[in-house]
């Protein structure tokens, strides 16, 4: 992973998140594909339309549905770096949820400055 992968200007304020390279591992040096936009509401609605999964074995399941969980503290260990480790810990939770809301297409810069600019007009 290379020194601008940080999530810090060199002035030590926040960079934007486009402006952030995602890697899934400390020690990868390959970047996380960029995720397409993608509407939550119509991800809910197709969820919820899909039929029951029937499984003789919950348990291994269960394992299968861990993989988010376990790409979150991966995330967090991207975040807290080495070279990115004075984050205030408010900070590094609002740069976490801001990361996974950009990662699943939850959030948008550009949506963000359209929705700002509309309102000050």
Not at 93 to 101: D, E, I, R, V
Request: hydrophobic residues 40%; charged residues 20%; glycine residues 6%.
């Amino acid at each position: 992973m290379s020194q601008d992968a940080c999530a810090l200007n060199t002035d030590g304020s926040l960079k934007d998140a486009s402006d952030i390279t995602f890697f899934n591992d400390p020690d990868d040096d390959v970047p996380l594909p960029q995720v397409p936009m993608h509407d939550p509401l119509q991800e809910l609605s197709s969820y919820l339309t899909l039929p029951l999964e029937e499984t003789d074995n919950i348990v291994a399941w269960w394992g299968g549905s861990a993989v988010p969980s376990e790409r979150a503290f991966s995330s967090g260990g991207i975040t807290s770096t080495l070279q990115c480790n004075a984050l205030a810990p408010a900070t590094f939770s609002a740069l976490q949820l801001l990361k996974a809301g950009y990662r699943n297409g939850h959030v948008s810069a550009a949506t963000e400055a359209e929705e700002f600019v509309a309102m000050l007009d």
